[in-house]
Structure formats: structure tokens, C-alpha cells
């Protein structure tokens, strides 16, 4: 038999400092003091797009909620700065040519060779301490029914937790996105067993050792002193398994506080976890406290000896004298109930494995708390207490003072997020864990562009000429390829899409230019009654675009004439103007045949045109044609993109869209699209140039609430009556309106949608830019000589005219 005595350490451990004891539910932690605890991830709104009433408002609706609490009641209101340095992955993603997986790679390698991308993660703790059991002992007097006064103690206390935290929750949630720390359950490959991960754990972890990794439940969920791997070591410089740790704390405060007084702390391109402690005290309690400092300073007011004799000199402590009625203030706030006060602990945790690099950040993060008018000091023999005191659900440690009420609170805990954008594509009609459409390295903190909010992906592009929208939208193009199956369908004006068009392997048509040989046959499919129906309305518009007005009997020859075409091999324009009856459908249709002007484009014998993954329809010839000419082959077109849609991930780009919306029968069938085309998982991408004939489409509403995404390029003139009033339309508040007066042209752009808002730099590259943004006369004259020189070989050769070397190892490569 072994001797274990020796072996048996019986002295305190660091997992004694800690206070956690078992998961007594879902999402809730029971305290070794009693406490309960649960927590919350969260995003606040971007306060820097927001005016200063709506900043204020948040505020005002945070105190409201904070002020609810009291006596026994904590939160801890967490600010996590982590490094991102993920990049969609290239097995994620199903580039079908060598053009676009290039351009995505360079974008890769620029995110990867940049440093500083730092991301923020914001965490709310809740902790409650139920009173002590003697004192909650009069329930059984005064309830009388048994059930109540037969009730254990625990659970009443845990059913009392979760009817506040529930209605925290729901109040939060009409300020802020909020989600609760739950415990998940995942089976293995085999599905024979269950394994639990709980959030909360993993944050409680993170906070321990300042690494983020899932943490499963034991079947027994109690007895937690196991989290408390880390080996901590004690001293001037403490070590938490190796690395070094150093506290900021928050010292001193300034005369008066406004909202996101301390935002420049989550843009530091630094790693850290900033903790904001506050301990509710009751209205009584509170009050004793005040009453106490105020007769604190009151006997400053007078001098010691014109007390202690009777004597009025006229030597008095005017500073005192402010205090005491700051304080009086402050009573009278804490009565009023409108405000609650509380202790009020801020630091900041930093972690390294170099104790002089360590040091830099520290004095880096002081010195910025300095300069926004806060008292700060790094922490030495106090390092212990104040890491102890930032753990969540710790009462005891590092308690400050004085107290602050709950509206300087809700100015100084950081509420507001600089927002990123999902990691993932948040379409339910994409695979799970589709990556983003773009991700940028734009300033400290990346960001992830998705058109999509939920299953609509409908999206607005507002900019005047020159600001950069024509590479805006080829980017989007080139990123969209990415997800498998992709279809993509622009309508061009400018030919700004057809360097990537060729590069790409798309189908590349000049609708109605010099030298086309693209010829339609709209009448062809007639199989189906959907068929059937759409050609008899394609023929009335055509008969009206003529200026004849249609009647029912118009309608009847229409319809009889096109059920005879479907049962005949001929379905050409010309062979439904000889069969129909009408001499007036006769005379209006003769300009769309063989012997009017239209009848090379619209009166052929078959179609020739065959639609791939990627086309691009060049229409600013066929706009210089009118509308009679313009509107007949649309809305064809339209109709072939509509029997393409099966469910695949598909997008519908509208260049200069305002030719569109500028038409009747454009504005019925966008509107159409636009309520219909998500649920064949399509997003709809409208760009103009013109705010004004976007303004006077008559459908503005239905873009608004049908788009929710909305990118908006630099525009100077936004601060003008008319144009700002057409921002203020689409939702954009005067805040907005200067950022997007103010932004650079080309560079950066401004996006806005119910997830968040954010202007970006797009981060373009030499190869991106040959491709997206080569849209100037001379280059497209170039790159179609190169096209008919080289034919599929013309992206090498044109990369190495741009200077660009090992052209031809960037494309295999790729």
C-alpha cells in the first residue's frame, strides 16, 4: 500500500480565488456565495453613424433598464478585443475560372500580409444574490396557499432568476442584437453520444486564461474548481500559465460624461479584455452612502476652529461647498428612482509572453485613457485583486469608489461595436458555413460584405459618375462566382463589365450594336400555359409601345392566334402577324418583323440566344433606340433570366436601373422582382447615378423596404437640399448623409442595412484592378484587340501590359 499523504497538497490553490460551483441550468451558473450568473453576447449600434439624439436615446433607454435594479443585482459589461486573421478558406469556395480564384487570392494574400486586423466581441454578465434565507423565511406567513409556503427555497430563487433575466433580455432587445450563452449539445460521428458545450464556461475560460476554446460539461455539471487549469503565479508581474498579465484600471473620472465617451478604446489595434464592474445598491442604501460623503464634505465647509469656538469668519472651502451640492444632486436623483447608483470597477486585462512588449501596450492603453480626461495607472501590488475583480460573478474584489449612477454608466460601459459583418453567409438557402461575399482589410477592424440580410438580398448602389460604382459592381460580381452553381445576370451600359466577362469565360452580347448577329425569336417557347400567357401579354405591350390602344377583342385575337402558334412548327413574329386577324395588331406589330427596323433582333426563326453561368448584356445601344425598341427586348430577356432561376445562388445586376424605373411597365415588373425573386434565391442589384429619376420612379417605398441592403458612394453633393432629402428617404439620418458627403471618391463606400453600417475601403489590387476597374475607352479597345489576337490567352498578355509580372504563374496558379 502507497502512502498518498506526502503526495496531497492541502493548501489554497488559485481555483479557491474563484467562485464558480455548478450549472444548475441552462445558461445559468450557480455561485459558491449562492449567486446566480448568466450572460449575454451582444452588438451595440454603431455609434459612429449615429447622430447625437439617437446616441443620447440609447443611453436614455440603457439607464431606463439598468435603473431596475438593485440591492443584490451585478453586471459586468465585457469588451473583448481578439485578432481576425481569417480569410474565407480556398476549399470553401468554387471559383470556376483561373481569373476570379486570382483576384480572391490576391485579396487573400493583401488580408494575410497585413497585421493589426483586430475584431470586438461585447459580453454582458448578469449575477444575482438572493437575500439571505432568514430573511426570505416570511414567505410561509405570508402566503397562504400550500403550494407556496411548501416551495423549496432554491427553486423559487432560480424561478425568480429567470422570469428577471427574461425580461432584461426582452428589454435589452429592443435596443441592441443580443444573444444568451446557452449550452449546446452535439453528437459524435458515430451519434452514440452526446457531447455538452456551454458558452458561458467558454467565456468564464477566456477570461481565466485569455484563450478562446469550447469547454464540454461533465455529465455531473458541479463542483468547477476544474476550470481553473491555469497555473497562476503571484507577484509585481504575475504570470497566468506563462505569459505575463498587466492591469489597466481607471482611476479618475471627468467632470461630466456623454455617451461612447470611451469608443476609441475598441479601435485599438491591440489585443485585450476590458471589464466594467458595477454593484447595484437600493434607493435607501444608496442614499446612505451619498448622506455619509455629504457630511463628509460638509464639514470641510467651515474651518476647524470657526466650528470648534462658535466664530464666523469669512473663509470658506468653496470647493467644498460644490461637492456638498453635487452631492445633495445626487440624493435627490437616487430618490427620484429615475437613476440607481452602484460601485462602479473599470479595467483593462492584457496578456503577452514578453513582459517589455507587455509593458508597451499597457502604457499605450493608459495613455489613451489620459487623453480622454480619465485617471489611469497600471496596476502592481494591487494586480491580483483587480484580475479577481474582473472575473465574472466576482462581488468581492477590487470594489472601487465612489459611486456613479446608472446614466454615467450607460455613457461609459462599451455599448457601441464597429461592426464587421457575418462570417458567413447569412442566405438560408446557402449551404451552412458558406463564407461572406467579400471580406476587406479596411483600418484596424476588417469587414465582411453580404448583400443578404436573412433571405433577401435585394440591394441598392447609389453614386454620381466617377465615383467608382462601375468596380463596385464588377468586384461584387467576381466575389459572387465563389459560391457553387453561381448565375450571374448584368445588364451593362458602357461595357464597364466586359473585361471581366471575357476573363471569365461569360457570354458577352452587344444587344442591338453594330456587327451583332444576336437575333431573338420571343415566341418560341409557348409549351406551357405560363408560356402561353407571357407571350400574349409581351404582344400586347407591343401593340401598345405602338400608340394603338388594346381592347378585349384585341385581346381575344392576341390569345387565339398565339394557342394556333404553339401547335405550329413557324413561331417567328412574322408568322404571328400573318395569322392574326387584326389589321390594327397587323400595323402596330410590322415595326418589330422582318420589314420594320426591329426585325433583325426580334423576328428571327430561332433564338440565338443560350444563356451560361455568367452573361452580360451590353444595352446602351439598344436605350439610344427609344423606348418602343427598348422595353420589347427587356422585357424578354427578363423572362429567359425568370426560367433560369431554379434555386441556385443567382444575381441580377441593373446598371444605370433608373432607364428602368423611369417606365411603367419597368416599375411593375422591378416591383414584381423584387417581392418574388428571394424565394427562387435571386438577389436583385440596382444601380443609378440619377437620385433624381430614382426619386421620381414612384416605386421609392417599395425600394426601401424591399432592399434592405444599401451602398452608397461618395457623393459631395449629399449636403444639398434636393439630393439630402432623397437620403433622408431611404432612412439615412444627417450623420450619414456627411459620411457620405465627406468619403474619398473610387475608395471607399458606405454601406447601410438593418445588420449594421460601415463605410469600407474595397482594398484593390494591381490584378483586381486589371479586371474590375479597367473600364476607360482605350482600355476596353485593348483588351477586345487582345481578345481576338489571344482569344482565351488574353488575360496573361494583358496583366503583363499592366506591369504586372509572372502574369502567367499568378493565373495557373490560381
Known amino acids: 500500500m502507497v502512502a498518498l499523504r506526502s503526495f496531497r497538497h492541502k493548501g489554497p490553490s488559485f481555483s479557491d480565488l474563484l467562485p464558480y460551483a455548478g450549472l444548475v441550468d441552462n445558461g445559468i451558473m450557480l455561485l459558491k456565495d449562492g449567486s446566480l450568473m448568466a450572460g449575454w453576447y451582444f452588438a451595440g449600434p454603431d455609434s459612429e453613424s449615429s447622430t447625437n439624439l439617437e446616441r443620447n436615446e440609447v443611453v436614455r433607454q440603457i439607464n431606463s433598464i439598468f435603473a431596475r435594479l438593485g440591492s443584490g443585482w451585478m453586471i459586468q459589461v465585457e469588451a473583448v478585443r481578439v485578432p481576425s486573421t481569417a480569410y474565407p478558406p480556398e476549399e470553401d469556395c468554387h471559383f470556376p475560372d483561373p481569373v476570379t480564384r486570382a483576384i480572391d487570392r490576391e485579396r487573400r494574400d493583401h488580408f494575410e500580409r497585413e497585421r493589426g486586423h483586430y475584431e470586438s466581441e461585447h459580453a454582458l454578465i448578469l449575477t444575482y444574490r438572493p437575500p439571505e434565507r432568514r430573511r426570505a423565511g416570511l414567505v410561509r406567513y405570508i402566503y397562504s396557499d400550500d403550494e407556496s409556503r411548501g416551495a423549496d427555497y432554491a427553486d423559487t430563487v432560480l424561478d425568480s432568476f429567470r422570469t428577471s433575466i427574461r425580461e432584461i433580455e426582452q428589454y435589452l432587445g429592443n435596443v441592441m442584437s443580443i444573444r444568451r450563452m446557452v449550452t449546446r449539445e452535439t453528437e459524435d460521428e458515430g451519434g452514440f453520444r452526446v457531447a455538452r458545450y456551454d458558452e458561458l464556461f467558454q467565456f468564464i475560460q477566456f477570461c481565466i486564461t485569455g484563450e478562446n476554446h469550447p469547454v464540454r460539461l461533465p455529465d455531473v455539471p458541479m463542483y468547477l474548481d476544474w476550470l481553473a487549469t491555469a497555473q497562476y503565479q503571484h507577484g509585481l508581474s504575475p504570470m497566468v500559465d506563462g505569459r505575463f498579465l498587466a492591469i489597466v484600471a481607471i482611476d479618475g473620472f471627468p467632470a461630466a460624461s456623454w455617451p461612447g465617451i470611451l469608443n476609441s478604446l475598441d479601435l485599438m489595434p491591440l489585443t485585450y479584455r476590458w471589464s466594467s464592474r458595477f454593484i447595484f445598491l437600493d434607493e435607501q442604501e444608496a442614499r446612505q452612502k451619498l448622506e455619509r460623503t455629504r457630511k463628509k464634505w460638509q464639514q470641510k465647509v467651515r474651518p476647524f476652529f470657526d466650528q470648534l469656538f462658535q466664530t464666523q469668519s469669512r473663509s470658506l472651502d468653496q470647493d467644498a461647498m460644490a461637492m456638498v451640492a453635487e452631492t445633495e444632486d445626487a440624493i435627490a436623483q437616487a430618490a427620484s428612482q429615475l437613476v440607481a447608483y452602484g460601485y462602479y470597477t473599470p479595467v483593462i486585462v492584457l496578456f503577452d509572453e514578453d513582459h517589455a512588449r507587455l509593458q508597451d501596450k499597457a502604457e499605450a492603453v493608459r495613455r489613451l485613457i489620459q487623453a480622454e480626461g480619465f485617471g489611469a495607472r497600471i496596476e502592481t501590488l494591487n494586480t491580483t485583486e483587480a484580475y479577481l475583480g474582473s472575473m465574472p460573478g466576482n462581488w468581492y474584489a477590487n470594489i472601487r469608489e465612489p459611486l456613479i449612477n446608472t446614466r454615467n454608466l450607460a455613457d461609459l460601459v462599451p455599448l457601441n461595436s464597429v461592426w464587421s459583418g457575418s462570417p458567413t453567409a447569412p442566405c438560408p438557402y446557402y449551404p451552412p458555413a458558406t463564407p461572406p461575399l467579400m471580406q476587406v482589410a479596411s483600418g484596424s477592424t476588417p469587414f465582411r460584405l453580404n448583400l443578404h440580410v436573412d433571405d433577401v438580398g435585394h440591394t441598392l448602389v447609389f453614386g454620381p459618375t466617377g465615383s467608382g460604382k462601375s468596380t463596385l459592381l464588377s468586384l461584387i460580381v467576381a466575389q459572387f462566382r465563389r459560391y457553387r452553381d453561381a448565375q450571374i445576370f448584368v445588364f451593362d451600359k458602357g461595357a464597364a463589365m466586359l473585361p471581366l466577362t471575357l476573363a471569365t469565360g461569360g457570354d458577352h452580347y452587344d444587344v442591338g450594336g453594330e456587327g451583332t448577329s444576336l437575333a431573338f425569336c420571343p415566341l418560341g417557347e409557348l ?67 422582318v420589314d420594320g427596323p426591329m426585325g433583325q433582333l426580334l423576328d428571327a426563326e430561332e433564338d440565338g440566344l443560350s444563356l451560361s453561368s455568367f452573361q452580360t448584356f451590353e444595352i446602351e445601344q439598344l436605350m439610344n433606340m427609344g423606348e418602343r425598341n427598348l422595353v420589347p427586348v427587356l422585357l424578354y430577356l427578363f423572362r429567359r433570366i425568370e426560367k433560369r432561376l431554379t434555386g441556385a445562388p443567382s444575381l441580377i445586376v441593373l446598371d444605370e436601373a433608373w432607364l428602368m424605373l423611369g417606365h411603367p411597365t419597368f416599375r411593375d415588373k422591378i416591383r414584381e422582382w423584387l417581392k418574388v425573386l428571394r424565394k427562387a434565391n435571386c438577389a436583385v442589384v440596382l444601380a443609378t447615378q440619377s437620385i433624381s429619376d430614382a426619386e421620381r420612379s414612384g416605386i421609392i417605398d417599395v425600394l426601401k423596404e ?35 458627403a465627406s468619403a474619398t471618391p473610387k475608395r471607399e463606400y458606405y454601406v447601410a442595412s438593418p445588420e449594421g453600417r460601415r463605410l469600407f475601403d474595397m482594398a484593390l489590387g494591381p490584378v483586381t484592378l486589371s479586371f474590375v476597374g479597367a473600364s476607360g475607352k482605350e482600355d476596353l479597345k485593348r483588351i477586345r484587340a487582345l481578345a481576338d489576337q489571344f482569344d482565351g490567352e488574353w488575360p496573361v498578355h494583358w496583366l503583363h501590359e499592366r506591369g504586372i509580372g509572372n502574369a502567367s504563374h499568378i493565373l495557373i496558379q490560381a
Open 706 to 740: 424591399s432592399c434592405p441592403t444599401k451602398i452608397c458612394l461618395p457623393n459631395g453633393a449629399a449636403r444639398d437640399s434636393d439630393t439630402r432629402t432623397f437620403y433622408e428617404r431611404i432612412g439615412f439620418n444627417e450623420r450619414q448623409i456627411e459620411i457620405v
Open 527 to 593: 409549351e406551357t400555359e405560363g408560356d402561353r400567357a407571357w407571350a400574349s401579354g409581351w404582344i400586347e405591350t407591343l401593340v401598345a409601345m405602338q400608340g394603338t390602344q388594346v381592347t378585349p377583342d384585341h385581346r381575344n385575337a392576341i390569345s387565339r392566334q398565339i394557342g394556333l402558334l404553339s401547335q405550329s412548327r413557324g413561331r417567328s413574329l412574322s408568322d404571328f402577324v400573318s395569322g392574326v386577324q387584326l389589321r390594327e395588331i397587323k400595323t402596330a406589330l410590322h415595326h418589330y418583323t
